[in-house]
């Protein structure tokens, strides 16, 4: 079945350190994976996403990398700050334009 | 440009009883997505309309219906209210247009629905 599993859960950095979020998916047609920041109140942000025939892409300190053979995909943030401190959701859509397949979360805590 | 709005933000209901959502997308966005994200956990796709027809229904029970007007906003009803029902429900709105097709997904901020 459509399934993402996300890891770690918690993830716990001190500033100016580099975090890194990792995302496994089941469904081998899946072909469009967004990252999304969530803060305390507030819905899901967009914040990167890559499609299928891409293998990295990268936007000022935030890095997104995908392992099609392996099903696997991370979210890299560098020189991390207290305000990236949120919850972070990776997810997979099947079809262009389909439903979204979200992994459970990760909480990442930025210490100054 | 306002983004997704949702309303009410907060909405308190008592067991039994019925619930509308509503969600305004994003101008020009033609696609409303429902989610439904229990405490601790990511969101769960409920429905998604596309130019008013439903696209998609994920596993939920009839009591979840929702529809989506001409001008593309929509809402989202839940008859026969359960304490499991307590949510952040989330309206995604997409364009759903373009070459390569723009998919992103923006969501709006929630409405937290407490059954008691």
């Known amino acids: 079945g459509e399934n993402v599993e996300q890891h770690p859960s918690t993830l716990s950095v001190q500033e100016g350190d580099s975090a890194v979020i990792k995302c496994t998916y089941s469904d081998s047609a899946s072909n469009y994976f967004p990252w999304y920041k969530q803060e305390l109140g507030k819905g899901p942000q967009l914040i990167i996403d890559?499609?299928?025939?891409?293998g990295e892409k990268k936007d000022q300190r935030i890095a997104v990398t995908l392992n099609k053979t392996a099903k696997h995909f991370s979210l890299h943030i560098t020189e991390t700050q207290p305000e990236d401190s949120a919850v972070y959701f990776c997810a997979a859509q099947r079809y262009q334009g389909g439903k979204l397949i979200f992994g459970q979360g990760t909480e990442l805590s930025v210490k100054p | 440009d306002a983004g997704v709005t949702q309303s009410p933000t907060h909405l308190i209901k008592t067991r039994g009883q019925h619930v509308t959502l509503r969600c305004s997308p994003i101008s020009g966005h033609k696609s409303v997505s429902w989610y439904q994200q229990v405490l601790g956990q990511g969101p769960q796709f409920i429905f998604q309309?596309?130019?008013?027809?439903?696209?998609g229904r994920g596993n939920f029970p009839d009591r979840f219906s929702a529809r989506q007007f001409p001008n593309y906003s929509s809402e989202l009803n839940v008859n026969a209210l359960l304490l499991g029902d307590s949510a952040l429900y989330l309206c995604?709105?997409?364009?759903?247009?373009?070459?390569?097709?723009?998919?992103?997904?923006?969501f709006g901020q929630g409405t937290r629905l407490t059954v008691v």
């Open positions: 890559i499609r299928s025939n891409v």
């Open positions: 995604a709105s997409s364009l759903l247009a373009g070459v390569p097709l723009n998919t992103e997904a923006f």
């Open positions: 309309y596309y130019e008013k027809e439903e696209r």
